[in-house]
């Protein structure tokens, strides 16, 4: 085992071990559906990317909730899009298109507006991952005041940290290697042309762990909220515990970790390599 690897397993080992043991989950209030949050914040990235550390630093400002993934909101993407659905709340009066629009928006975000009071804050935002193959639909749901941040990571450290978990994302390729790069690469430009269409802040997550003041600094300002140095000590505030890396919990600090993917297989380096060629330069990355 290199010094790198054995350096970056310690780290992984004292946050496991420092993580909290127990977690008492937020409760949530019914609330009037007239009082809406009218900016949320939606956090687009890969899987592996840094997302779960940048929620908890969204979570630990006193401003905005930010809970664990929510997984649910592509399927009311889907029901905003499904004739009979539409044709049916027709019948109970929702006969404009603005209409069913809004009870599908307010059905998609009523667990965040309860999760909102209960925090006692002011907005709230959602970071899950998958929700980058269907970003424009979701925006288009929101409110028109919703901002957006792109969380970006070199895209073969998050292959090598997909494939080295045996995960699997869509139907791309049967061979597990070849699947996790394809995935990746189509979220990738996913991303990169949903960021040519808006006006959102995107970071990338090595430049987060080697300056997170800095880049902080730049993701507050464009959401228009005051700078809170608490945020850079996001692992002394409480975050309720998802479906995320459990490690993420008991992490402190700020850490880099990457360029594990050079300790991949040539011929699997190649793959990559030829998948994304031309793409790796857009976003200041190097092969």
Aim: proline share 3%; aromatic share 14%.
């Amino acid at each position: 085992m290199k010094l790198g690897e054995i350096k970056h397993f310690i780290i992984r080992l004292k946050s496991f071990i420092s993580k909290p043991r127990v977690i008492v989950q937020s409760k949530y209030v019914v609330l009037n559906d007239s009082d809406y949050c009218q900016n949320p914040i939606m956090v687009f990235g890969i899987h592996r990317s840094g997302t779960s550390l940048f929620r908890r630093i969204l979570n630990s400002h006193s401003s905005i909730s930010c809970p664990p993934e929510s997984y649910f909101f592509e399927r009311f993407v889907r029901m905003a899009g499904d004739d009979d659905i539409e044709a049916g709340l027709a019948g109970f009066g929702y006969g404009d298109r603005e209409s069913f629009l809004n009870e599908i928006r307010k059905w998609m975000t009523i667990y965040h507006e309860a999760n909102l009071k209960a925090d006692g804050k002011s907005r709230w935002a959602d970071k899950t991952p998958q929700y980058v193959h269907c970003a424009d639909e979701i925006m288009a749901l929101l409110p028109s005041g919703a901002q957006s941040i792109l969380v970006y990571r070199h895209p073969f450290d998050i292959i090598y940290s997909i494939y080295d978990r045996g995960w699997r994302f869509g139907e791309y390729d049967s061979d597990l290697f070849k699947n996790t790069v394809l995935y990746v690469r189509d979220s990738y430009l996913k991303l990169l042309d949903f960021e040519d269409k808006y006006n959102c802040y995107s970071f990338r997550y090595e430049d987060l762990t080697a300056d997170p003041k800095g880049i902080l600094r730049g993701v507050f300002e464009f959401l228009g909220e005051e700078w809170e140095e608490q945020v850079l000590n996001y692992n002394e505030k409480k975050h309720n515990l998802g479906t995320e890396d459990p490690v993420v919990a008991g992490a402190k600090g700020f850490f880099s970790n990457n360029e594990k993917w050079k300790m991949l297989d040539q011929d699997k380096i190649e793959f990559m390599l030829l998948s994304f060629d031309g793409l790796l330069s857009r976003k200041g990355y190097e092969k």
